[in-house]
């Protein structure tokens, strides 16, 4: 079953695996200008350099082979971020989530979040959730914390992973 839910400001829904991307043109154009450099800091190399069409489906190709995607939108044609799922061991899900920069500091990341979690409690798939984030990034951790996180650990390659418990 295909995550969507609404927020009072945001717009989110899972991209169904079986669409094909060529028909995702407005996903692909955008992806380039969500994904600069700073929005791609502290992410892995696979979220690097994506700054055309042809990368941007290369990117959506391998995002969509590991992971659950799903767009945000502030509108119906206006795409601002992703969340990203990935199952894990014992009903956990480890997500991630990015947002364009212009879209920074108006209370987005929250209230995804918070969205979010709301949507995984109703639908009972996870007993937690999981997410990963590097030690640089305070905005990130600042939000995980405030969204009810708690820390569990720390990876030799610095990433802070955080756990909040649906159940």
């Given at each position: 079953m295909?995550?969507?839910?609404?927020?009072?400001r945001?717009?989110?829904?899972?991209?169904?695996?079986?669409?094909?991307?060529?028909?995702?043109?407005?996903l692909?154009?955008r992806?380039?200008?969500?994904?600069?450099?700073?929005?791609?800091?502290c992410?892995?190399?696979?979220?690097?350099?994506?700054?055309?069409v042809?990368?941007?489906?290369?990117?959506?190709k391998?995002?969509?082979?590991?992971?659950?995607?799903?767009?945000?939108?502030?509108a119906p044609?206006?795409?601002?971020?992703?969340?990203?799922i990935?199952?894990g061991?014992?009903?956990?899900?480890?997500?991630?989530?990015?947002?364009?920069?212009?879209e920074?500091?108006?209370?987005?990341?929250?209230?995804?979040?918070?969205?979010?979690?709301?949507?995984?409690?109703?639908?009972?798939?996870?007993?937690?959730?999981?997410?990963?984030?590097?030690?640089?990034?305070?905005g990130?951790?600042?939000?995980?914390?405030?969204?009810?996180?708690?820390?569990?650990?720390?990876?030799?390659?610095?990433?802070?992973?955080?756990?909040?418990?649906?159940?």
């Open positions: 295909a995550i969507e839910f609404n927020t009072s945001l717009i989110v829904t899972e991209i169904d695996h079986d669409q094909p991307l060529l028909k995702c043109n407005e692909l154009e992806v380039p200008h969500i994904l600069t450099p700073a929005v791609v800091e992410l892995p190399p696979h979220f690097q350099s994506i700054n055309c042809d990368s941007a489906n290369v990117w959506l391998n995002m969509l082979s590991q992971s659950r995607l799903l767009v945000v939108r502030t044609e206006h795409i601002i971020g992703f969340l990203f990935s199952t061991t014992e009903q956990s899900a480890y997500i991630g989530y990015l947002l364009a920069k212009e920074w500091g108006v209370g987005f990341a929250s209230e995804l979040l918070n969205g979010f979690i709301a949507e995984a409690k109703v639908i009972k798939t996870w007993s937690s959730l999981i997410a990963g984030v590097d030690q640089g990034n305070n990130s951790i600042k939000l995980l914390e405030k969204c009810g996180f708690s820390q569990q650990q720390i990876s030799k390659q610095g990433v802070i992973f955080y756990r909040y418990l649906l159940r």
